[in-house]
């Protein structure tokens, strides 16, 4: 959790974002959304949405917007199995998760290899380790070297085994959601309360696929946590002005918020802007460009003019490995993300190669920087004790032997986890290591540290019986077929 600062960074004036919310507003009553799911168009028709079957499409009017999202709480709790873990959205804070969705696995050099299960439980486990991580993707990566039809249950598994954070939940077909949340009842006992979030990813322009629309449903009706996102790409999937694409991707959030607060009133919701930029120049997407970070910012303020929590893509790049241009796009992209005053960083640790790859040495460099950026968020204590004017009129030259020093240092100046203290001889002498070898001798240690079980072991054995039971139905009906 990172404090939001004092003021945001604002790129769009009050018009502005009036006059895009506006030009959202019109899109969908005019060309409205296409649904490609009858369950989901069924539900729509039987609370009054005006829909046709033949094209999919609902259109949403500016006072059912209206009506829909006034119900879509403003503040809500995603509960963890540890309390203290508790993430309350919507209030001043950044909360970061890291990679989502990545196949692939990178090394230093960038070279990448198909993500696999081990992979995945070796990123959880920094992932659980590490103080800057707030919330736990269900796709890490994704691990490549089992079934399609079993990653929902050996994910569901490996994070409610574990993981004390709060969750997110697969999306990828109903069987794994329906996994996910009978396994989650398992931990919990019920799911009264919100102990998933869903990332549901709107198919730019103006559509949402059959799985899309059936996850939302699906989550949304066992009352967890629903996260929207558009896939803008400036030229590609959206107009190519910044101005359009905010019309388009907000129209699509809008939406498809709209829908879910209309099939199940007071679903917690977040909305945000995943991608943003493009490369016209090869027809790719764009993350860690400049258009990536005044996307994110302009969607944060048209979120607060609804006053509902909102995620972005913060800590993303389009370089291959953990180099310079990775470091000064994701920094940038960061800090856009703590300015703006997003409430959610998805893709916010070990994130390469245009969110395709994940990196062992990345991920724990990305904590580094979020520190960086914790220090920064951190309010200047301004008193007697702090303005220490006594202290100067009375030195002598030297500070380092006195006790305000010793008292104040350890608050006051941030001590970089991955640099030692040491001179340049010493450094040269010790072989040169840059920043990557320093890394991947802390993923070494991390991920050497014994794992500490925290489910009570009646509750692990059942959770580890209805693992085994699942695996070997579908195994089963896979040799079958």
Same mark, same amino acid.
């Given at each position: 959790?990172?404090?939001?600062?004092? +003021?945001?960074?604002?790129?769009?004036?009050?018009?502005?974002?009036?006059?895009? /919310?506006?030009?959202?507003?019109?899109?969908?009553?005019?060309?409205?959304?296409?649904?490609?799911?009858?369950?989901?168009?069924?539900?729509? *028709?039987?609370?009054?949405?005006?829909?046709?079957?033949?094209?999919?499409?609902?259109?949403?009017?500016?006072?059912?917007?209206?009506?829909?999202?006034? *119900?879509?709480?403003?503040?809500?709790?995603? /509960?963890?199995?540890?309390?203290?873990?508790?993430? /309350?959205?919507?209030?001043?804070?950044?909360?970061?998760?890291?990679? +989502?969705?990545?196949? &692939? $696995?990178?090394?230093?050099?960038?070279?990448?290899?198909?993500?696999?299960?081990?992979?995945?439980?070796?990123?959880?486990?920094?992932?659980?380790?590490?103080?800057?991580?707030?919330?736990?993707?269900?796709?890490?990566?994704?691990?490549?070297?089992?079934?399609?039809? $079993?990653?929902?249950?050996?994910?569901?598994?490996?994070?409610?085994?574990?993981?004390?954070?709060?969750?997110?939940?697969?999306?990828?077909?109903?069987?794994? @959601?329906?996994?996910?949340?009978?396994?989650?009842?398992?931990? &919990?006992?019920?799911?009264?309360?919100?102990?998933?979030?869903?990332?549901?990813?709107?198919?730019?322009?103006?559509?949402?696929?059959?799985?899309?629309?059936?996850?939302?449903?699906?989550?949304?009706?066992?009352?967890?946590? @629903?996260?929207?996102?558009?896939?803008?790409?400036?030229?590609?999937?959206?107009?190519?002005?910044?101005?359009?694409?905010?019309?388009?991707?907000?129209?699509?959030?809008?939406?498809?918020?709209?829908? $879910?607060?209309?099939?199940?009133?007071?679903?917690?919701?977040?909305?945000?802007?995943?991608? &943003?930029?493009?490369?016209?120049?090869?027809?790719?997407?764009? &993350?860690?460009?400049?258009?990536?970070?005044?996307?994110?910012?302009?969607?944060?303020?048209?979120?607060?003019?609804?006053?509902?929590?909102?995620?972005?893509?913060?800590?993303?790049?389009?370089?291959?490995?953990?180099?310079?241009?990775?470091?000064?796009?994701?920094?940038?992209?960061?800090?856009?993300?703590?300015? *703006?005053?997003?409430?959610?960083?998805?893709?916010?640790?070990?994130?390469?190669?245009?969110?395709?790859?994940?990196?062992?040495?990345?991920?724990?460099?990305?904590?580094?920087?979020?520190?960086?950026?914790?220090?920064?968020?951190?309010?200047?204590?301004?008193?007697?004790?702090?303005?220490?004017?006594?202290?100067?009129?009375?030195?002598?030259?030297?500070?380092?032997?006195?006790?305000?020093?010793?008292?104040?240092?350890?608050?006051?100046?941030?001590?970089?986890?991955? $640099?030692?203290?040491?001179?340049?001889?010493?450094?040269?002498?010790?072989?040169? %290591?840059?920043?990557?070898?320093?890394?991947?001798?802390?993923?070494?240690?991390?991920?050497?540290?014994?794992? %500490?079980?925290?489910?009570?072991?009646? @509750?692990?054995?059942?959770?580890?019986? +209805?693992?085994?039971? %699942?695996?070997?139905? @579908?195994?089963?009906?896979?040799?079958?077929?």
């Amino acid at each position: 959790m990172i404090r939001h600062p004092q +003021y945001h960074w604002t790129p769009l004036s009050p018009d502005q974002v009036e006059a895009i /919310h506006t030009a959202s507003l019109d899109v969908l009553a005019r060309a409205g959304l296409c649904i490609q799911s009858p369950e989901l168009l069924r539900c729509l *028709a039987e609370v009054g949405l005006r829909i046709d079957l033949p094209t999919q499409r609902v259109w949403l009017s500016q006072e059912e917007v209206a009506r829909h999202l006034a *119900a879509a709480p403003k503040r809500w709790t995603l /509960h963890a199995w540890n309390p203290r873990h508790d993430i /309350h959205f919507g209030e001043h804070d950044l909360h970061v998760a890291p990679g +989502y969705g990545s196949p &692939f $696995v990178a090394d230093t050099d960038g070279r990448r290899r198909a993500a696999t299960l081990d992979d995945f439980r070796k990123f959880t486990s920094l992932a659980e380790r590490c103080d800057a991580v707030d919330l736990m993707s269900c796709l890490i990566v994704e691990p490549t070297d089992i079934p399609a039809g $079993v990653r929902g249950v050996e994910i569901m598994h490996c994070l409610l085994s574990r993981s004390e954070k709060p969750l997110m939940g697969p999306v990828h077909s109903l069987e794994a @959601i329906e996994d996910s949340l009978c396994m989650t009842r398992i931990v &919990f006992g019920d799911l009264a309360r919100p102990r998933l979030v869903a990332l549901i990813n709107i198919n730019s322009p103006l559509r949402l696929d059959v799985r899309m629309a059936e996850a939302m449903l699906a989550y949304a009706r066992a009352g967890q946590a @629903i996260l929207l996102t558009p896939g803008i790409m400036m030229g590609i999937t959206a107009p190519a002005t910044v101005a359009g694409a905010l019309v388009q991707g907000w129209a699509e959030l809008l939406g498809a918020a709209a829908i $879910v607060e209309a099939i199940r009133p007071r679903t917690p919701l977040i909305l945000g802007i995943g991608g &943003f930029g493009s490369d016209l120049r090869c027809g790719g997407s764009g &993350f860690g460009r400049p258009e990536n970070a005044v996307g994110l910012a302009a969607g944060s303020q048209l979120a607060r003019r609804l006053n509902l929590p909102y995620r972005c893509s913060a800590m993303v790049t389009g370089s291959r490995g953990p180099d310079c241009r990775s470091g000064y796009e994701r920094m940038m992209t960061a800090l856009a993300a703590w300015h *703006a005053g997003a409430h959610l960083a998805l893709q916010g640790m070990g994130i390469l190669d245009n969110i395709n790859s994940m990196s062992y040495e990345q991920f724990v460099i990305d904590a580094e920087i979020w520190n960086y950026v914790r220090r920064l968020a951190r309010p200047t204590q301004v008193d007697d004790d702090t303005l220490a004017v006594g202290l100067i009129l009375e030195n002598d030259g030297s500070y380092m032997t006195r006790e305000h020093t010793v008292e104040h240092m350890r608050r006051e100046i941030h001590i970089p986890a991955l $640099v030692p203290p040491e001179s340049h001889e010493s450094w040269l002498q010790g072989g040169g %290591r840059d920043v990557r070898g320093l890394a991947a001798d802390r993923v070494e240690a991390m991920l050497s540290e014994p794992r %500490r079980p925290h489910l009570p072991d009646d @509750i692990q054995r059942e959770l580890d019986d +209805y693992a085994r039971g %699942r695996r070997d139905k @579908i195994s089963s009906r896979t040799t079958a077929m």
